[in-house]
Each structure stands twice: as structure tokens, then as C-alpha cells.
């Protein structure tokens, strides 16, 4: 595990002490050779987990989350260059050590086996994300959104170290590993009810569940642009991440307990998505998009059978990446017309063509289109969901229905249409831009050939 | 589109002062054309054409200095190099490479050897008459229940 924390930890001084010329270089080029090394972490056994050390191990559900993590810092790094071209030096080398923070803390939580450890660095990760918010936002909304941001998440979490530090009483250990093992069926009783509700409502704020997400579309419309892409990427799966590693305690009340959360996730679902349909601006229909697809994978976790784990890890890293180059995509707007309202912008298919592509790859996957593995991951949740209750398929049908309407409407009027008249002298897309856009679209598209590794622990 | 983008850089290098083409230049697929323009050396009083409607003014275009710009960096020569380390080290290295090391990892989570053990044991079993599966997990007669505490 060292192999991937030191190398990140030496980001930092590599940064600072980097010339004023290279530090964009040097720092987009160690943490792709850092994303290089994340793929070891594929050596998976079938029947037990990567086993680094008393503190660190990696399973097939954390792996991807992982490799997703380390993937995704040269791309915020590339995608925050141009906005941060006019900044003075000093804190353009901060926002960067905000970001090897950031991914520091999340390889950490994510590879955690002592849950107090993992809770810590839960936590953590909201400080560097709060500073990036609150710091380099463009709009005054940024405070509030910060503020949002932060107390939702908190307030949400501090039941589970109180959960957290009662398990470790009254089992012995918080040792993931060892849990597994010792783990007694727990009895239904009014302490339990709670005890559920306090192990389960921080990864639910963290989701977003439809109910607590109010903190989400503030939170990635006013962040920058690598802190959206992270949020939206990474921090959102530490909740689904979470959840599925906290279930294994709270059996078998999970049962009967699930009910009011599945039912306000498949509610939320078709809301989110109704609400997609009616934005005005283009970085909030993403984020409700994300609060969505992120809906269906609280439902997946929630029913607890093999087959919605696996579609809810695939859902998970397919909208990591989508979800991630979609806000590239809206960023890139964003720096040429300072607006992000959707129909200011509109027309841009004659202008920028292969933007254009770009854009329709990403909104193709958003909406789940064959044979992307956004697909796999929707079909499994609805495969089971159905087998769960055969009424969801309604409501799952209708959700991919309504997104499938957004992810074209987003489409249609940013791209196609006559452009209006005081966009036709745009800059036209640069290297950087593309280059982010492909290496966004081609693991996606990579992962559709062989998407066993994403599957999870339950493949 | 060659003829647009070409067009409107000749604009924009055209109400700036600076050197255009100095050919004559016909598109053999459109009716794009690029000509000398009048105007080259010759900087207008007041320039009739604002690439910006409202412009920003910390707005910086990059390819107005560097037209060859990657969009990375001011300095052109740091931008090639920032260009070349991306598409090096992201696309050559890590894609090419991280995707063959995926493609022959072997036998992802042991899922082949179950396949072929399933297979020999349901052979061995076949042979022997053995039934294929048995409902208990353990041997039964090896499990030591306490006694019963009334």
C-alpha cells in the first residue's frame, strides 16, 4: 500500500519545489505513472481480498473505486489549468496540494480496514474538498454551498462514530477483515433500530439520498471544475462504499429497515430526473443527473443480492466517468461564455464539431446505451429490483425513460439548433480539452470489452 | 471548417497588425480562399471587430500569441512539452499499457480454475457414483453440539 501513499505524499514537494514552468508538467505526469501502478491492485483472489498489511487491504469493490481515484488526479489537474492560469503562483501550487490531499485521503479511506480509520479519513476528506469549494468557486453562492456541503455530511456522520465506537465495545474489533467473521445476525429491538440508522445515515447524505440531497447541487454547481469532477467521481461513492461495507453489520434488520429508504430512493430517482428535465443551468442538470444515478445504486445496495452489487459497483464507476466528463464538457463551455445557462451556449455543433462528439459520447453513456458499462450496471439494479418486487420495474423503467429524455435534451440544445450570434467567434476546442475528453470516454468504452474487474466482490 | 477556423484567425491577425499569408491559398474541397489581405502591415485606427462581445477583461486568448496553442500554457515551448507528457504518459503509457496488463491478467478472481475444479469433481463424481452435491456443508458426525442445558 506504501506503493501508492508515498509516491502521492511526494506529489507535494514535487509541486512546491517544482520550476514555476513545470509544475503543471510534473505533477500531471507522476500521478499518471501513480495511475499506472493503481492497476497491481487487480491481482484479486476469488475467494479473500488483497491483503497489504494490518491497516491497509483491497477487495474487488475497493479496486475499482481506487484505480478510479488515481485516474482521476491528472485529469482534474488537467482540466483546472486554464482557470488557474492567471492565479499567482503560491496558490496555484495550494490548489494542486489541495488536490494530492484530497487523493491521499481517499486512497486511504478507501483501502481502510480498521473502521475508525476508514471513518477518520471519511471525514478528512471533506476539508480539502471544502477549502477547494469554498476558495476557488466562482460564484458568490460558493459560501453557502460550502457551508451546505459540510454540515449536511457532518451532521450525518457523527451517529456513525458514536455506532462506530459502540461496535468496537461490544464486538472487540473494527478490524473489517475480522468482522466479516464475527459478525452476530442482530436482534430486532428499538437500540438496534437506531443503531442501523446511525451506521447507515452518513453514507446516505453522502449518496446523495433523495431526501438529504439538497446539499448537492449547491456543492457541484459552485465548486470548480476539479472539484466537481471529484466530487461527483469519488466523493458520492464513499457513501455507496460505505454502505455496502456497513451492511455486513446490520443484518437482518436490514430487511425490514431498507423499506423508507429504498422507497425514497426509487421516488427520488424519477424526481431528480423529472427536475433534469427542467434546469436551466447546465451544471445543475449534471449534478441532479448524479443524484439519480446515484438513487439506483442506493436501491442496489439496499435489496442485497449479488446481482444488484454487482450492477451497483458497475453503476458506480460507469458514473464516475461519465459523470466526471460531462462536467469537463460543461466546464468547457463555461470558460468560453461565463455562463452556464444552457441556451446561451447553444448551437455548438457547428462551431465546435468534435466537441460535439464528445458531447454525444458522454450524454450516450449518461443515458445508458449499449453496450456501455452504465448499462450493465442499470440492467443488473433493474434485474433485481424486479426479482425483489416486480412493481419497481415501472419505476425504474420510467426513470430510464426520463433520463435517457434529459441526457438528449442536454444534448440537443447545447449542441445542435442555429448557434447564436455572439458565440460564432468562440475559441475553437484545444488539445487539453480533447485530450481530457478522451481520456475520460476511452476506459469507459475499454471497460464495456471486459468488464469483470467492476464487477465487484459478488462476480 | 479548415476554411472557417483559417478565416477567422486571419481576421483576428488581420485588426491586430500581425504579419497574414503572404500567398494566395485556394481549397481544393470548398470555396475557402485565403488572400493576402490589404490591410497587412497597416494597423486600422480603431478595430471594427471585438473578438468578444463583453469581453472580460482578464480574458486572455490563447492562440492570439501562440496560434499553435495546445491550450495548456502561455510560453509555447512549455505547452508543446505539457502536450507531449499527456499524450505520452496518458495515452501511450498508462492507456496502452494498463490496458494490455488488464487484458492478460490471469484468471481474475480465480473464476476459470472454478469452472475446470467444478467440472473434474463433477467427472470424479460421476465415476464414482457419488452424488454431485450434498445438502451439508460440513460433515455432520464431526460437529460437537454442547450438551443440552435445561
Redesign the interface.
Known amino acids: 500500500m506504501l506503493k501508492y501513499i508515498i509516491p502521492t505524499m511526494m506529489l507535494m514537494p514535487l509541486t512546491w519545489l517544482s520550476k514555476n514552468s513545470m509544475i503543471w508538467i510534473n505533477t500531471t505526469l507522476h500521478s499518471l505513472l501513480i495511475s499506472l501502478t493503481s492497476l497491481l491492485l487487480l491481482n484479486q483472489f476469488g475467494d479473500n481480498s488483497l491483503n497489504f498489511s494490518l491497516t491497509f487491504f483491497s477487495d474487488s469493490l475497493s479496486t475499482p473505486l481506487l484505480i478510479l481515484t488515481m485516474w482521476l488526479l491528472p485529469l482534474m489537474l488537467m482540466a483546472s489549468q486554464h482557470h488557474l492560469s492567471k492565479e499567482n503562483l503560491a496558490r496555484k501550487k495550494l490548489f494542486i496540494s489541495m488536490l494530492i490531499l484530497l487523493q491521499l485521503f481517499l486512497i486511504m479511506t478507501f483501502t481502510a480496514t480498521e473502521l475508525i480509520f476508514f471513518y477518520i479519513m471519511f471525514e478528512a476528506t471533506l476539508v480539502p474538498t471544502l477549502i477547494i469549494i469554498t476558495r476557488w468557486g466562482n460564484q458568490t453562492e460558493r459560501l453557502n454551498a460550502g457551508l451546505y456541503f459540510l454540515f449536511y455530511t457532518l451532521a450525518g456522520s457523527l451517529p456513525l462514530l458514536v455506532a462506530l465506537i459502540y461496535i468496537q465495545n461490544t464486538m472487540g474489533s473494527l478490524n473489517f477483515l475480522i468482522l466479516q467473521y464475527w459478525v452476530q445476525p442482530m436482534p430486532n429491538s428499538w437500540s438496534n433500530t437506531f443503531m442501523w440508522l446511525a451506521c447507515m445515515m452518513a453514507f446516505m447524505v453522502k449518496m446523495p439520498l433523495y431526501g438529504l440531497h439538497l446539499w448537492l447541487p449547491k456543492a457541484h454547481v459552485e465548486a470548480p471544475i476539479a472539484g466537481s469532477m471529484v466530487l461527483a467521481a469519488i466523493l458520492l461513492k464513499l457513501g455507496g462504499y460505505g454502505m455496502m461495507r456497513i451492511t455486513l453489520l446490520l443484518n437482518p434488520i436490514t430487511n425490514f429497515m431498507a423499506y423508507p429508504f429504498i422507497m425514497l430512493s426509487l421516488w427520488g430517482m424519477i424526481m431528480t430526473s423529472s427536475i433534469c428535465l427542467r434546469q436551466t443551468d447546465l451544471k445543475s442538470l449534471i449534478a441532479y443527473s448524479s443524484v439519480s444515478h446515484m438513487a439506483l445504486v442506493i436501491v442496489a445496495i439496499l435489496i442485497q443480492t449479488p446481482w444488484s452489487y454487482m450492477g451497483a459497483t458497475a453503476l458506480m464507476i460507469a458514473h464516475g466517468l461519465t459523470s466526471s466528463m460531462l462536467f469537463c464538457l460543461a466546464n468547457s463551455n463555461y470558460e468560453r461564455v461565463h455562463s452556464r445557462t444552457m441556451i446561451l451556449a447553444r448551437g455548438l455543433q457547428t462551431l465546435l464539431p468534435l466537441m460535439a462528439a464528445w458531447w454525444l459520447l458522454a450524454s450516450l453513456t449518461n443515458l445508458a446505451l449499449p453496450p456501455s458499462i452504465n448499462l450493465i450496471g442499470e440492467l443488473f439494479v433493474v434485474m433485481s429490483t424486479f426479482s425483489w418486487s416486480n412493481i419497481t420495474i415501472i419505476l425504474m423503467g420510467l426513470n430510464m425513460v426520463i433520463t435517457a429524455l434529459y441526457s438528449l435534451y442536454m444534448l440537443i440544445t447545447t449542441q445542435r439548433g442555429k448557434h447564436t450570434h455572439h458565440i460564432n467567434n468562440i475559441l475553437p476546442s484545444f488539445t487539453r480539452e480533447n485530450a481530457l475528453m478522451s481520456l475520460h470516454m476511452l476506459p469507459l468504452l475499454l471497460l464495456s470489452l471486459n468488464p469483470k474487474i467492476i464487477l465487484g466482490p459478488l462476480y | 471548417?479548415l476554411g472557417l477556423?483559417g478565416r477567422?484567425l486571419l481576421a483576428v491577425a488581420a485588426t491586430r497588425g500581425l504579419p497574414a499569408a503572404s500567398v494566395r491559398w485556394e481549397s481544393s474541397s470548398s470555396r475557402a480562399v485565403i488572400a493576402p489581405s490589404t490591410l497587412a502591415g497597416k494597423r486600422p485606427s480603431e478595430p471594427t471587430l471585438r473578438?468578444?462581445?463583453d469581453p472580460?477583461p482578464?480574458?486572455?486568448?490563447?492562440?492570439e500569441k501562440n496560434p499553435d496553442?495546445?491550450?495548456?500554457?502561455?510560453?509555447p515551448a512549455?505547452d508543446v512539452?505539457?502536450?507531449r507528457?499527456?499524450?505520452f504518459?496518458?495515452?501511450s503509457?498508462?492507456?496502452v499499457?494498463?490496458?494490455t496488463?488488464?487484458?492478460y491478467?490471469p484468471d481474475?478472481?480465480?473464476?476459470e480454475?472454478?469452472r475446470r475444479e467444478a467440472e473434474r469433481l463433477v467427472k470424479y463424481r460421476e465415476a464414482h457414483g457419488l452424488p454431485l452435491m450434498e445438502s451439508n456443508c460440513f460433515d455432520p458426525s464431526k460437529i460437537q453440539l454442547p450438551e443440552d442445558e435445561d
Request: aromatic share 22%; hydrophobic share 50%; with cysteine.
Open positions: 471548417m477556423c477567422r473578438w468578444q462581445e472580460e482578464e480574458d486572455e486568448n490563447l492562440y496553442s495546445h491550450g495548456y500554457d502561455k510560453d512549455v512539452w505539457n502536450m507528457v499527456v499524450f504518459f496518458g495515452f503509457i498508462v492507456l499499457l494498463g490496458s496488463f488488464v487484458a491478467l481474475y478472481r480465480m473464476q480454475w472454478a
